[in-house]
């Protein structure tokens, strides 16, 4: 990860909102700008997840091959810096596009999720269980948008004209946010102990309202969430150096007093459990 990436923050113009919306609803597509580390930043028309997707993720318990697949395509875009067009690991295509901004991987615009043929694939009703999940599998798939390949290719082309346009207006750019440098600063530092928004508003000299109106009103967050994230993510990297460490060691390790919190606010969060996360690291 290219640690100067990480000092600078990625500024969306509040009109990138309106083209993905714009672009959303003309495709009848989820449209969806995510950062360059996968976590979804805007969304156009704030479309949900279809049917069939939230049956493979939830019903099926295959979240975790899906965001597998999506990593994997997003190291391909980002290694290649054009476009795709890709299958999932349930048969579904899905579009990615890297955003390249100056020079610097700032994202990926993302569009899906359709079809191209009427049948399910096999490889999708090969993870059904019974009759009923299949009648539910072809249901929810027969309701996908179905989309040729000429369509595809001419959405590609769309959606570099998009990324184009977002990069000229400078409509997406980087710059260093110097109170959010510091605040990420004070988290890293105190993470592990009973820290509170008021601790950090008075080390950096600022009212309790004034952090919390800057984290919500330009980053659409919160600082507990910012904490609990920092928490997790030392957990992540906890496991990854000792994968065999109980779940209790590696929630005290990351500043979580409680395990069984810490194992729902990670599941919440992550998608997984604590132990399918561990058992993933330990089988590497």
């Not at 099926?60 to 899906?66: I, K, Q, R, V, W």
């Amino acid at each position: 990860m290219d640690k100067h990436n990480n000092i600078l923050e990625l500024f969306l113009n509040d009109e990138v909102q309106k083209l993905l919306d714009n672009f959303a609803g003309l495709l009848d597509l989820r449209v969806t700008f995510y950062s360059r580390f996968g976590m979804p930043i805007r969304r156009g028309k704030a479309m949900p997840n279809t049917d069939f997707c939230n049956f493979i993720q939830n019903d099926l318990d295959l979240l975790e091959s899906c965001q597998h697949i999506d990593q994997l395509m997003r190291d391909k875009v980002t290694e290649s810096c054009t476009p795709i067009a890709y299958t999932c690991h349930a048969g579904l295509r899905e579009i990615i596009a890297p955003v390249i901004i100056g020079g610097r991987l700032a994202g990926f615009l993302m569009a899906g999720q359709f079809r191209t043929t009427d049948t399910v694939p096999s490889c999708a009703l090969a993870v059904c269980r019974n009759h009923a999940e299949r009648e539910k599998m072809q249901q929810s798939f027969a309701a996908l948008p179905k989309l040729s390949n000429e369509r595809q290719e001419a959405i590609i082309g769309a959606l570099q004209m998009l990324i184009d346009y977002i990069a000229a207006r400078e409509l997406a750019v980087f710059r260093p946010d110097p109170l959010k440098s510091m605040i990420d600063k004070y988290i890293d530092e105190h993470y592990k102990e009973d820290v509170y928004l008021k601790d950090v508003a008075a080390a950096l000299n600022k009212s309790i309202s004034s952090v919390a109106q800057f984290l919500r009103n330009k980053y659409h967050t919160c600082f507990k969430d910012l904490l609990i994230e920092r928490k997790l993510c030392a957990a992540e990297e906890y496991w990854k150096l000792h994968p065999q460490a109980s779940i209790r060691e590696c929630a005290e390790a990351a500043g979580f007093k409680d395990q069984f919190y810490f194992s729902r606010i990670f599941r919440k969060k992550r998608d997984l459990s604590p132990r399918q996360f561990r058992a993933k690291w330990s089988n590497l």
